[in-house]
């Protein structure tokens, strides 16, 4: 019996971040290995391209100006139950990375991260999501 999951071609990935330099970075990095991702610099902008937007997995930093990265979280549960976010944060918030898996996060990495290790979570991620599908 296989255990295979089959993946998307293309991971399309949603990247909420208010630092543009780092997501700008990440972005084209991640691009380059395959995935299609597209950029929010703040909790609401992030908001409004998942209500019309759909997505494969979500890396959503922990501390934004606009608003807090478990507020985000809470409302992309209710736009997207199964929708895996993988928290990230520069800021050692470890209480909130807990708080935020609690609250239904994937996983939470440290800024800066292994960009091999992202695209491990990543797709272990959306390999999480394929398998909770429902067939037909």
Do not use: W
């Not at 959503?60 to 992309?76: F, N």
């Not at 928290?87 to 991260?113: I, T, V």
Request: charged letters at 30%.
């Amino acid at each position: 019996m296989s255990d295979t999951v089959s993946l998307p071609a293309a991971i399309r990935l949603l990247i909420i971040d208010d630092e543009i330099v780092f997501v700008e970075v990440l972005a084209k990095r991640l691009s380059r290995r395959g995935l299609c991702v597209e950029k929010a610099f703040s909790g609401q902008q992030g908001i409004q391209k998942l209500r019309h937007c759909d997505y494969d997995a979500v890396l959503l930093d922990l501390k934004m100006v606009d608003m807090d990265g478990l507020e985000v979280l809470k409302v992309i549960k209710i736009i997207d139950p199964d929708l895996p976010v993988i928290l990230l944060s520069g800021h050692g918030a470890s209480e909130a990375a807990q708080r935020g898996l609690a609250g239904g996060a994937f996983d939470f990495l440290a800024k800066p991260c292994d960009l091999d290790r992202l695209m491990e979570k990543i797709r272990t991620a959306v390999a999480s999501r394929f398998r909770k599908e429902p067939n037909g």
